[in-house]
């Protein structure tokens, strides 16, 4: 592995060739990989943190609500400090207050401590989008698809990773390890960060606030952005739909699996991350809208494999069809993870090649629009299973992907061959 070519980008923001070797996108996919880990992997952990913190029922999902609102910030206040303040730094200081955070959620003695360390734990988890626009910065407009996929795949795996991964090392060793060894993988991960991170200082001269301001008018002037941000957004939609309720139904008869085997299922479904680089692939030469449709395609047909083996198949009681029902809906978790990171990552590639000088804004409003559908996705997937089940769980999901099908399939075809 070479880490070499780490050139200091000039001041007047003139990009250089291309310094994003094998070696360095390698880095920055594991780096992305293992700081998201701690955004979505209080979920599985809820039952287990709350007792011995003294949180009911009630109050234990604010962990993770904390976390992801956390995150949101740093996506709207932090990430576009890349705009203004020289890169490398900005990534540091920010994973070096994480690795602290982390620590504190590992070593939290109340409640309060807990989820103050969690809400910071998620806005300095904002750094992992601070790497996405350097990594396109450092890439060739030819090659910035393959580069961008490749840094998605490791993105993309950490947060399907980061529920097994949680739920395994609590059964093993607790709650409070997982956190703690996080943090010293962070705390590695950020002192090879330190020294192998090109230097890019941007082109941005005017105040912080008037930065902020400036993110507005970003988003009214560039139709991509709001294109590929709403196509996202749906697709997230549908994501957190399945992912919030799928441990449910697999906790359920016929399927009745315990933790480790939930864990399992999220493993299997990890594999749609192989798609983020042919994705990227297929931006690169021009293949954006037909790659974008099939992906929209593919969440639609994920959801409705999803009904087929979660309420189809099960009505029948043998273990036979359990195990066929349980397969399908492996099936479906790959096929739902192939659309959205291949959405995303068609998304991503889009819209850093928008304005060189913006990139941390841009790609902080990219990131932060379609949180929120991924927020709205997770907060309709509870409401339907409690009243319609299973079954009302796949519906919504679909309703997502045929939203973002329709209004995908509508857009004129030159807009979307970015």
């Not at 449709?293 to 309420?311: C, E, Q």
């Amino acid at each position: 592995m070479s880490f070499a070519s780490t050139p200091k980008l000039q001041q007047s923001g003139v990009e250089e060739s291309s310094t994003m070797s094998r070696g360095l996108t390698l880095l920055f996919a594991t780096a992305v990989g293992v700081v998201v880990l701690s955004l979505y992997s209080s979920q599985p952990l809820v039952a287990l943190i709350g007792p011995s913190l003294g949180l009911n029922m009630s109050e234990a999902p604010l962990m993770t609500t904390l976390t992801l609102l956390g995150y949101a910030s740093g996506l709207f206040l932090l990430v576009p400090l890349t705009d203004l303040v020289e890169n490398r730094t900005v990534i540091v200081t920010t994973l070096a207050i994480d690795v602290l955070s982390l620590a504190a959620v590992a070593c939290a003695p109340t409640a309060s401590l807990f989820l103050v360390a969690c809400f910071l734990t998620g806005v300095t988890t904002s750094a992992i989008q601070m790497l996405v626009p350097v990594a396109a910065q450092l890439s060739p407009e030819a090659q910035r698809g393959r580069t961008i996929g490749n840094v998605m795949s490791g993105l993309m795996l950490g947060i399907l990773l980061s529920r097994p991964a949680a739920s395994l090392v609590a059964e093993f060793a607790g709650w409070r390890w997982f956190y703690g060894v996080l943090a010293a993988l962070v705390a590695t991960l950020t002192l090879v960060l330190m020294f192998v991170v090109p230097r890019r200082y941007p082109q941005a001269s005017s105040s912080y606030p008037r930065l902020l301001g400036s993110m507005w008018t970003i988003l009214s002037e560039e139709r991509l952005l709001q294109r590929r941000a709403l196509y996202q957004a749906l697709c997230m939609g549908a994501f957190g739909v399945f992912w919030t309720s799928v441990a449910l139904r697999l906790a359920a008869p016929p399927f009745s699996l315990d933790q480790a085997g939930i864990a399992f299922f999220a493993l299997a479904g990890a594999a749609g991350a192989v798609v983020a680089p042919i994705a990227g692939r297929a931006g690169d030469r021009g293949l954006t809208r037909g790659a974008t449709l099939l992906a929209h395609l593919a969440v639609i047909g994920a959801m409705a494999l999803a009904l087929a083996g979660g309420s189809v198949l099960v009505r029948a009681t043998s273990f036979a069809s359990s195990n066929a029902a349980l397969a399908i809906l492996v099936a479906a978790a790959v096929i739902l993870d192939l659309g959205v990171i291949g959405d995303q990552t068609l998304g991503r590639r889009a819209i850093n090649l928008l304005r060189p000088e913006a990139r941390g804004r841009v790609n902080g409003l990219f990131t932060g629009l379609f949180f929120l559908g991924a927020a709205a996705g997770s907060g309709a997937s509870g409401v339907a299973w409690v009243y319609l089940g299973w079954s009302g769980v796949c519906a919504v999901g679909a309703a997502f992907g045929c939203l973002a099908l329709i209004v995908s399939a509508t857009e004129r075809p030159k807009a979307m061959d970015v």
